[in-house]
């Protein structure tokens, strides 16, 4: 049975107004520069204040749980001076905090507490917003202690709480209360689940991170409300939320969530099943491994190398003569032209990272399959594939013109490749493109026809 989609991450909220805008280094010894100048016993409620600043920004930089320590015993020290009787918002701001670095930490039960104080002392001294943020918090702690029930009821008061949004701010509130509901939702409710991403993408920044989030849960939810109640358009449309996920979650700026988004697409596109769709899952699962280190994300890399050995198995019993490239090459000849460019860019995109043996042994299978393929397959082929290398470093158009005129002295039609080789370079490039190309490849031994 294919599995349904990869979860995402939940997304929680720190207190309304942070205080720290820009957590980096220099913000963090800026800020415990000024901590170190105010008296404690002087002024100890600006000492408070800033601690409770310092303490945000050293945990939006932690690595490792064992980290958080120092920064909750700082804001221990912040909230016995600014304590719930004499400052309940600001305690309650400490409190949260010390709730997220508990959470951060894996110790869900212990920020669970200290959200559930931090949203009692809220519902007295805070605006609606603030409360909300602090039912948010509750609300996905209950999500990750398995608690979906009571985390529904939370997660309503604080939308209730919202209503309308009014401001970015608000909206982003919004947002992540609907994609934590939408957590909750999917333990038995998938159909729920899909209401409430939608609901997310309507009011959270089309390009934020958030969106992209919200995009992969709506498509996770898709596959898993088809899963129980088969819907073709379903899963097109589960489809249709990954690739918009994968548009805001590139692998530069999110690789991990990129990566799981790739295998979750892979995994719609071989549950449907049309012509090219498993070749696509391939490509996607491929490109899902390169992202997941082994030895840091050992249960995702597992999962995709299990899809992968699972879709190339099947498609081997379709088709036992051809390989992974093959089977590429198959769908890049038949796909459209805005597709094939698509997957082309992808594929070599990627490869350009690999060291310089690997990469020509990737560019090397490339064209060979190339080659394998009808005229008019290769020549509609060699055009985007000529386009997406002016695009590159020089390192890879000077492997895949190598690579071009060893794949042609392979073949026996080699002199007719080399004619649609040429043609393709003076249709599709420009002249210093044309002469730089030519030139490349005059170096590997090509005669031009």
Not at 117 to 142: D, F, V
Not at 383 to 388: C, N, S
Not at 408 to 430: A, K, N, Y
Request: proline fraction near 5%.
């Amino acid at each position: 049975m294919i599995r349904a989609a990869l979860p995402i991450q939940r997304l929680g909220v720190q207190p309304l107004h942070p205080a720290v805008e820009n957590s980096s280094d220099r913000a963090v010894v800026s800020l415990e520069a000024e901590l170190a100048a105010v008296n404690m016993s002087a002024e100890p409620e600006r000492w408070a204040r800033t601690a409770y600043r310092v303490a945000l920004a050293r945990s939006e930089s932690i690595d490792r749980p064992d980290q958080f320590a120092a920064v909750l015993g700082l804001l221990e020290r912040a909230g016995r001076i600014l304590g719930p009787a004499r400052s309940p918002l600001e305690h309650s701001r400490i409190l949260t905090a010390a709730a997220n670095c508990h959470r951060a930490a894996g110790r869900a039960d212990q920020a669970l507490e200290l959200f559930q104080k931090a949203t009692e002392l809220t519902e007295k001294s805070a605006e609606p917003a603030e409360r909300a943020a602090s039912l948010i918090n509750t609300g996905l702690t209950y999500v990750e202690l398995g608690h979906p029930e009571r985390a529904v009821e939370v997660l309503d008061q604080a939308i209730d709480l919202l209503g309308l949004p009014t401001s970015a701010e608000r909206a982003r509130l919004l947002g992540a209360a609907h994609l934590n509901r939408a957590q909750a939702h999917s333990f038995e409710s998938p159909d729920r689940a899909v209401n409430d991403y939608e609901a997310a993408l309507k009011v959270l920044e089309p390009g934020s991170p958030q969106a992209g989030m919200a995009a992969h849960g709506l498509g996770a939810a898709l596959l898993e409300a088809d899963q129980r109640n088969a819907a073709p358009e379903r899963i097109d449309r589960a489809i249709e939320a990954f690739g918009r996920s994968l548009a805001i979650l590139t692998p530069r700026s999110q690789p991990l969530r990129h990566g799981m988004a790739r295998h979750s697409i892979a995994l719609a596109y071989e549950r449907r099943d049309q012509p090219g769709d498993l070749a696509r899952a391939l490509h996607d699962l491929e490109a899902a491994m390169t992202l997941f280190d082994p030895r840091l994300h050992k249960q995702h890399w597992e999962r995709a190398a299990v899809a992968l050995a699972r879709v190339e198995r099947e498609l081997d019993q379709r088709d036992g003569r051809l390989g992974r490239m093959g089977h590429l090459m198959n769908l890049l000849s038949v796909a459209s032209e805005q597709e094939r460019r698509t997957l082309i860019r992808d594929r070599l995109v990627r490869v350009a990272s690999f060291a310089a043996v690997r990469l020509r042994a990737e560019i090397d299978a490339m064209t060979s399959e190339m080659c394998r393929l009808n005229t008019s397959g290769y020549r509609s082929l060699l055009a985007d594939f000529l386009t997406v290398l002016m695009e590159l470093p020089d390192v890879v158009l000077r492997s895949a013109c190598a690579s071009l005129v060893l794949a042609h002295s392979r073949v026996p039609d080699g002199q007719e490749r080399d004619v649609l080789l040429d043609e393709s370079i003076h249709t599709t490039l420009f002249g210093p493109q044309r002469v730089k190309v030519r030139d490349l490849l005059r170096c590997n031994g090509w005669n031009r026809p």
